[in-house]
């Protein structure tokens, strides 16, 4: 009799054009709603957060249709707007307060289309069309703009589209494995385990806001059976450099700091007249740009890299070209690596020597942290400050174990590697640990230390990083982190493949470990 490992293999082989075909029609779907207005037919939902509405219905009806859960009812929108769909055996024989609860996570927003540039830059192709690699397109410009194509030979595998990598397929994947969890559960996939599984709202422009709506929100006094024991995020964790579809246990946070330094006004002709808080605030950048040069204020960590921060956007109040402005407003994009603090960052900008010297000229300068005002598909405004702490998942906890045995025992028979090893994003035999350099859903997990409003046993095995607490995490997932978010961004279906199988493994291995 085959082994569960060979089972779940041969199934994900076996789906991997059915999660194909669900990937192209999800990422076409805006197509039919973008850039018309609402008496044209467009979708009043498709706004900031880039065309959910139509995407998360189109979802819900593939999760019921393919058999992803046992019925309807098992899948629905909560009040933020999140997918959310459950899968368990029921006839196990353990206690359903007794079962280890696993969280997948996966986010349906896109970042903005560009599909004019798409157009331009690949010959006439939209980042809506959902393209096989044999499809008309430009190679010469995929090979260039993006961080990793493989060889001419295995463009057949490759899916193109804005969120082919970032990231339906990681929403797919796991529709396809609660399929297979719910097909193997006689033979012990589910054993033991309750999957939750999470497709997020406006995760692009809210790092995190669908699973921070969990923390506060759902879990605060709920029954064990819905505090997770670990959660799989599936966000691309694939490098241009050193391999597809590594197994990613941390992440730096990151957080918005808004600097609005506030001016005088008057003729440009008289600039004494008024106070400059185009050049104060100039300075005022020039110096946290050294500042962060030397690495001052910044700290370190040896896995998750050190802290960063950039001005990563600038608003100029001014009634005209030829006057001294009212108001600068600047954001800087801070990176948190594990052990910094929000407010201490937000601290070292208020307190730079020039913004000390705009102060001193008789200058505005306020430092805040904004706060996110958007609402999301089904009308709920989250309001949260934008600070996302990051998270750290040490190797030996039991789920990393279990993600590396579930990798070796799914995935390493089934890809070959060339003579003398594997070369740039190409799969690898091996299992790779790392870290993601960008943000995930994962920040929305964290919540400080001391926050007991959510019943966590110690048996969930829950981790400490720095100032917060969060569940167990680790991330798997198809598509290329250089390929995010640029003209031509693709997906490799063998990569989707292989996630479907980890996936599907992880709760029948991480279940006997704990």
Known sequence: MPSLDDRIA???????PLAE?????????????????????????????????????????????????????????DEYGNLVWMVEDSSDGIPTAQKRVIYWDGHTDTVRALRSQWRETLGGVDAYDGLRAGEPHDRDALRDGLGYVPPDSEWDNLVFGRGSADQLSGVVAQIVATRILLELAPEGALRGAIVRSYATAAEEDNDGGGPMHLMSRVLPGAPPELVPDAVILTEG???????????YRGQRGRMQIELTVTGRSCHGSMPWEGLNPLEFGGAIVAEA?????????????????????????????????CAVPDQL???????????????????????????????????????????YSQRTWRGY???????????LTPEDHPVIRAAVEAYRGVVTPHVAEPAGGAQGA?????????????????????????????GIHESKGWVYSGEVKHPAMFGI??????????????????????????????????????
């Open 10 to 16: 041969a199934l994900a082989a076996r789906d991997r």
């Open 21 to 77: 075909r669900i990937l192209k029609e999800a990422i076409r779907i805006p197509a039919d709603y973008v850039d018309r207005p609402v008496e044209e037919g467009g979708d009043p939902d498709c706004g900031l957060s880039n065309h959910e509405g139509p995407r998360m219905e189109f979802l819900r009806r593939v999760v019921v249709e393919v058999a992803a859960v046992r019925a309807a009812e098992d899948v629905d929108f």
């Open 237 to 247: 964790t694939g490098d241009a450099n050193k391999g597809a579809l590594g197994i």
């Open 289 to 321: 740009a050294r500042r962060y040069d030397a690495r001052d204020g910044f700290r370190d960590h040896e896995f998750l890299g050190h802290g960063t921060r950039t001005a990563s956007w600038a608003h100029l109040e001014t009634p005209s070209d």
């Open 329 to 371: 407003r600047v954001r800087f994009d801070r990176r948190l690596t594990v052990g910094e603090s929000p407010e201490q960052a937000r601290r070292d900008v208020e307190t730079l020597d020039a913004a000390t010297a705009a102060r001193n000229a008789g200058l505005g300068v306020e430092v805040t942290v904004p706060r």
């Open 381 to 391: 405004l989250a309001d949260n400050p934008q600070i996302y702490m990051g998270w």
């Open 426 to 454: 190409m799969l690898r035999q091996e299992p790779r640990v790392d870290r993601w350099i960008f943000s995930t859903d994962g920040v929305g997990f964290p919540i400080p230390a001391g926050d007991d409003s959510i």
């Open 477 to 514: 997932g198809a598509g290329i982190e250089q390929n995010t978010h640029k003209i031509g961004e693709c997906v490799d279906t063998r990569e989707l493949q292989h996630a479907i199988a980890v996936l599907a493994r992880v709760p029948s291995v991480f279940v006997p470990s704990r």
